[in-house]
């Protein structure tokens, strides 16, 4: 169900332009030389405001385990997709 959770999560922030900003500006941690880091709790924090409830263990494995996951942006469209093998 955790799991589940953690796509449909993705899946909303890969359908609206305005919550992926959000999620951009609150979870990203931008280093050098355009290196980006995600803060876990930070996105599970996020996603709980939007009525997602997963833990930083669901969302590791769902990204990190399972080879999954990441949200882009194709530079020939304005819309978002998101990427997923779990």
Known sequence: MSLEQVDAFYHVVA?????????????????FFGIWN????????FAA???????????DIALFESGAGVVQ???????YEHVHSY
């Open 73 to 79: 942006h194709p530079t020939s469209s304005s819309s």
């Open 49 to 59: 405001s939007l009525g997602f409830e997963f833990t930083e263990s669901d969302l």
């Open 15 to 31: 359908s609206d332009t305005g919550i992926y900003e959000q999620y951009y500006n609150s979870c990203c941690i931008r280093g």
């Open 38 to 45: 995600w803060d876990t709790k930070k996105i599970v924090n």
